[in-house]
């Protein structure tokens, strides 16, 4: 069976992004992006259980922070900003919070949108 490049498959999605150090010039502007970070607006109405999430195997290898040592729930960043200092993150028991940029402890959890009836019909 021949192999499927699934990469043709992503929709690319218009993002609203914001700019706390002004240097596009203004607050907000849009990018059309294929992989992106949610955003807070994007998870903001997903309760704590659903906003979780696990490290990878290769994140906890690397020193992903793990909310504690009997789970592998991580925190992770998002790609909201509260202002130039403070970004917004998702904590390993799935609160929402900000934190100074430059703290390295987060991981990205990349998402993307797939158009799952072409990759079904494609096999």
């Given at each position: 069976?021949?192999?499927?490049?699934?990469?043709?498959?992503?929709?690319?999605?218009?993002?609203?992004?914001?700019?706390?150090?002004?240097?596009?010039?203004?607050?907000?502007?849009?990018?059309?992006?294929?992989?992106?970070?949610d955003s807070d607006d994007d998870i903001k109405d997903l309760?704590?259980?659903?906003?979780?999430?696990?490290?990878?195997?290769?994140?906890?290898?690397?020193?992903?922070?793990?909310?504690?040592?009997?789970?592998?729930?991580?925190?992770?960043?998002?790609?909201?900003?509260?202002?130039?200092?403070?970004?917004?993150?998702?904590?390993?028991?799935?609160?929402?919070?900000?934190?100074?940029?430059?703290?390295?402890?987060?991981?990205?959890?990349?998402?993307?949108?797939?158009?799952?009836?072409?990759?079904?019909?494609?096999?």
């Amino acid at each position: 069976m021949a192999t499927v490049d699934l990469t043709r498959f992503i929709i690319p999605v218009e993002l609203d992004n914001t700019d706390e150090n002004q240097k596009m010039g203004n607050r907000s502007f849009k990018t059309k992006d294929y992989v992106f970070l949610d955003s807070d607006d994007d998870i903001k109405d997903l309760n704590s259980k659903e906003r979780q999430t696990t490290a990878t195997d290769y994140a906890v290898m690397n020193g992903a922070l793990l909310r504690n040592k009997d789970t592998s729930f991580t925190w992770y960043w998002l790609r909201s900003a509260y202002s130039e200092y403070y970004v917004s993150h998702v904590s390993g028991d799935g609160d929402r919070y900000s934190n100074y940029a430059y703290e390295a402890a987060g991981c990205a959890r990349p998402a993307l949108h797939l158009n799952l009836s072409s990759i079904i019909s494609a096999r």
